[in-house]
């Protein structure tokens, strides 16, 4: 079985490993990946600190170079990465390949940024003195990902840092280090100079916890849970550094009177169950006003039925298994949860066996929920769908606001004073009319409010604001 090393400094470091399993078929080991130290850590933030000296300094042409190099590999390896993807993390081939295209086409939009970058002239209100406003990058950044998006997630985080002349010490999810270790060697083999990039693989207890600690790290960008989250925002408050966090959602997709019910049931099921309900942007409420509720309800079952649960790799599955037993045995608690709390699961909600051995997971329906519920109040981070009745618009907006989360959330409606009052009112990051909750462009801004994110948003030229410190110069003539 192939080893998988950490890559510190240009170089392989060899560790502990740690078998990386195939979530659709347990028999199947992708690779043994390197479970990194503290020491490792420390070696890295070194090596990176080192790296910036020369990396903040380098031509803009170096790392246009190595943003493009890095895009055209990624897109000419799509295929087998999508499918790498699609087998360690569960997603199915289509949606693996689909998120590979994804990352490649951001570091295209990044290498096209590096050229970009612009700074202010802007005079003085004193006679004589000129003020510039310009931006220069941070210094050392962490990025610690979710395993989710294995590799859309680093990318956007990893692009932008380079982009804006930041070194790096990366650590992925210890469940999908296989897309992660691609995607450093490629970028690494792209002329990349050695120390700016480093992976170090392994645990969140130990590798992630070493680079809260590093005092030598200046910046910490992170997307995961909300738990994971706050001991993030605590240690860089302690060492007065600064982040960025993207957490979890509880997102509403409302569904008016007036909706097209085969558009609504599309964007429904889509939102609630693709790449298994484990999307941070996923429709885990459903809202639905009383004049459609009937009809809905009918079209969502007929369509949950319909949906193939199988091998991620298989062609004809919708819905891939979930990630692991820890996330599997989640899932059937919160169906235990929510029928305790008097839901009734219409649909779904048990485990299921399939050729290969693998977590499969029925897709699950709950009707007659109520907002209070614990199943529409906490991230379940499966296919789990709660389906509440509403009397009207007005409520719905309010149950739809009336959540701790806040990153994204949607409408169906064919009505204009409708859709825009939602826009205006709805307390999400971003607002879908006629879409799922999930599935977004690269190059705008995500992200979300409450607890759902803290600090500046991702992607597009907004990453500008995480990945840079602005400096305001006078100079008088
Ligand atoms: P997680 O918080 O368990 O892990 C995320 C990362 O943090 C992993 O790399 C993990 O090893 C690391 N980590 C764990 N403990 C740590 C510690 N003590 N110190 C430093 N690092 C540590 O989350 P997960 O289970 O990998 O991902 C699922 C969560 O991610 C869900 O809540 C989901 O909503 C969220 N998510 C959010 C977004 C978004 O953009 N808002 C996107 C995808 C996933």
Not at 279 to 303: N, P, W
Not at 440 to 466: C, I, M, T, W
């Amino acid at each position: 079985m192939r080893m998988y090393a950490n890559f510190i400094n240009g170089e392989s470091i060899e560790n502990e490993s740690v078998s990386n399993i195939n979530p659709s078929d347990t028999n199947d080991v992708i690779g043994n990946y390197a479970r990194g130290n503290e020491q490792n850590v420390k070696d890295a933030v070194e090596c990176a600190k080192h790296a910036f000296l020369l990396w903040s300094k380098s031509g803009l042409l170096d790392r246009h170079t190595v943003l493009k190099k890095t895009s055209e590999e990624i897109i000419n390896r799509k295929e087998e990465l999508g499918k790498l993807l699609a087998r360690e993390e569960g997603k199915t081939l289509a949606e693996g390949v689909g998120e590979v295209t994804r990352a490649a086409q951001i570091f295209d939009f990044f290498a096209g940024e590096v050229l970009r970058l612009m700074g202010e002239s802007i005079p003085s209100i004193r006679p004589n003195i000129h003020v510039e406003i310009t931006r220069e990058p941070l210094g050392v950044v962490g990025i610690i990902t979710p395993w989710n998006f294995p590799i859309a997630i680093p990318a956007w985080k990893i692009a932008p840092a380079l982009c804006y002349g930041n070194t790096i010490v990366f650590k992925p999810a210890e469940l999908t280090p296989g897309c992660a270790w691609e995607l450093v060697d490629i970028i690494n083999r792209s002329g990349l100079p050695k120390g700016v990039l480093n992976l170090v693989m392994g645990k969140g207890s130990v590798v992630g916890q070493a680079i809260l600690e590093n005092e030598n790290i200046n910046a910490i960008t992170f997307t995961g849970s909300i738990e994971t989250g706050k001991l993030i925002a605590n240690a860089c408050a302690k060492h007065m550094r600064k982040y960025q966090l993207e957490m979890g959602g509880k997102n509403p997709l409302v569904i008016l009177d007036d909706a097209d019910l085969d558009k609504a049931v599309d964007c429904a099921i889509n939102g609630a169950f693709f790449s298994t309900g484990q999307r941070c942007t996923a429709s885990s409420r459903l809202i639905v006003t009383e004049g459609i509720y009937d009809k809905f309800i009918e079209a969502m079952l007929e369509g949950t039925k319909k949906l193939v649960i199988d091998n991620a790799l298989k062609e004809g599955t919708h819905i891939g298994p979930v990630i692991n037993d820890t996330q599997l045995q989640q899932d059937l608690e919160y169906i235990k949860v929510g029928r305790e709390e008097g839901a009734k699961l219409l649909f779904g909600g048990e485990r299921l066996n399939r050729e290969s051995p693998g977590y499969y997971f029925q897709p699950a329906l709950f009707t007659e929920c109520n907002n209070n519920m614990r199943i529409c109040r906490e991230e379940i981070f499966g296919p789990v769908a709660s389906v509440i009745k509403v009397k009207n618009y007005e409520e719905a907006l309010h149950v739809a606001n009336d959540t701790t989360f806040g990153l994204s959330s949607g409408i169906c409606t064919s009505s204009l004073k409708y859709s825009t009052d939602f826009k205006k009112n709805s307390i999400a990051g971003m607002v879908m009319v006629n879409l799922p909750t999930a599935g977004v462009d690269f190059h705008v801004p995500f992200g979300g409010r409450k607890n759902s994110s803290l600090g500046s948003r991702e992607q597009g030229k907004y990453a500008s604001e995480f990945y840079t410190n602005i400096k305001t110069s006078y100079i008088s003539h």
